[in-house]
Nanobody, 119 residues
Framework: QVQLVESGGGLVQPGGSLRLSCALS????????MGWYRQAPGKQRELVAT???????NYADSVKGRFTISRENAKDAVYLQMNSLKPEDTAVYYC?????????????WGQGTRVTVSS
């Protein structure tokens, strides 16, 4: 029932910026938190940033000071502003949502959007 659609990925040069967007749709009782994760080739998926329903944020140490997660509740959307991008930021970025559907907590994932940082 929960659908997450991501956009904004692409190719960018080191030092550049991208903004990822994720829109949630579906019949949902509540959204407890949303976030962004990424998976680089040959590596496990890792947390990038999360934002709770109350607005609390959490960032991976590797992106602190460079990435900013934000939300737009009216649109059930979450964004990731990525600045000062580095080659090591190259990965598929996945939107995540922790929701309650029909009284059942669940975790949903988007399809992923690829970010490539290269000169």
């Amino acid at each position: 029932q929960v659908q997450l659609v991501e956009s904004g990925g692409g190719l960018v040069q080191p030092g550049g910026s991208l903004r990822l967007s994720c829109a949630l749709s579906g019949i949902i009782s509540s959204i407890n938190a949303m976030g962004w994760y990424r998976q680089a080739p040959g590596k496990q998926r890792e947390l990038v940033a999360t934002i709770s329903a109350g607005g609390s944020t959490n960032y991976a140490d590797s992106v602190k000071g460079r990435f900013t997660i934000s939300r737009e509740n009216a649109k059930d959307a979450v964004y990731l502003q990525m600045n000062s991008l580095k080659p090591e930021d190259t990965a598929v970025y996945y939107c995540n949502a922790r929701t309650v559907v029909a009284g059942i907590p669940s975790t949903s994932w988007g399809q992923g959007t690829r970010v490539t940082v290269s000169s």
